[in-house]
């Protein structure tokens, strides 16, 4: 098997699997992961997907990526806020890191927070997603990653599948994003987190919540930094106004400039912009799945998770992640 594998399947097919000794990144409701036998996978909460029929919620179907193995047997481990900053680090001199990482957790925030600075970081490619659950679910069920070898299902580290490929393939990981900065302030906050109160706005000292009301800012619309003609969104969780207080779902970081992002038309075809056609897995975020109506769309192949954060390299909102193998 030289390439991933990506679909939905019912659980028995993807116990087969299992108990045939694929190597397999799974993505599915707790209870459907909890009636997998143990073995060479690692999985994550969510019941939001694209397949082939369009972007679903489900309950009883599972997505399923099958990994290469080629090059020899990848290597699944778990990661916790003392050794995360090592998941590049023990990636394999030629290969990929797959990542999945329980939403809400210490790890999350650590790793959406100082991966920039991590070992190895943008010298091997790490590409993933954060587990989540059902948004009817959300305060009451905690998102969970697993690793199957011990069936062992955490809320706290994350799990990470180390894959070594041929010297004569290589991974990209990219995105697609049609996010981009807007004309409006420039923003800048004096501190990294997930939360942000004051703020300087085309650099006069307010508060982020009194910005977005007296604009009228539509709070589907993320924050964007333009890293060297990358865009990297930052979306809006919620506004306290009355603490003067916005919640983000990725961390603003300290004097990086932002901008409320350019109005994009929500409705507009999934597949107009997304690209990687050629992909061998990808993930996109709830997010889109929500503000953009993917349910029963189809979107830009091949299909995966719609997930609660989307890893290429760092943490990523409103944006979709592709993997491709390519050869040299």
Known sequence: MSALENGLMGLDDAAALIEAGHFLMIAGDEALLRSLPAGNWMGGTIPYFMGSDG???????????????????????????????????DGPMNGFSLIIIPAFSAVHSLYARKAPGFEDMFIKPVAGWVAGCHLDDLGRVAPLVVSGPGLDFDAERAVVMHVPLPPDRYAHVHIANVM???????????????????CTVDGVDTTLAAYLEACQADLRLPLVADYGGASVNVSIKGVDR?????????????????????????????????????????????????????????????????TFGEIAYLLLNQTQVFLEIEEL
């Open 180 to 198: 981009r900065q807007g004309e409006g302030a420039v923003l800048r906050f004096p501190d990294t987190g997930f939360s942000a109160g004051r």
């Open 55 to 89: 972007g679903q919620v489900s309950r009883d179907r599972l997505f399923v990526t099958r990994v290469p193995v080629d090059a020899g047997r990848p290597e699944i481990r778990s990661y916790d806020i003392t050794s995360i900053d090592h998941v590049c680090a």
């Open 242 to 306: 009355v603490a003067g207080r916005v919640d983000f779902y990725a961390p603003v970081f300290e004097d990086v400039a932002y901008r409320l992002a350019a109005p994009v038309d929500f409705s507009a075809d999934p597949e107009a912009e997304a690209g990687g056609e050629a992909a061998l897995w990808s993930c996109n975020c709830i997010l889109n799945y929500l503000y953009c109506g993917l349910e029963g769309r189809r979107g830009a192949a091949p299909g995966g998770p719609m």
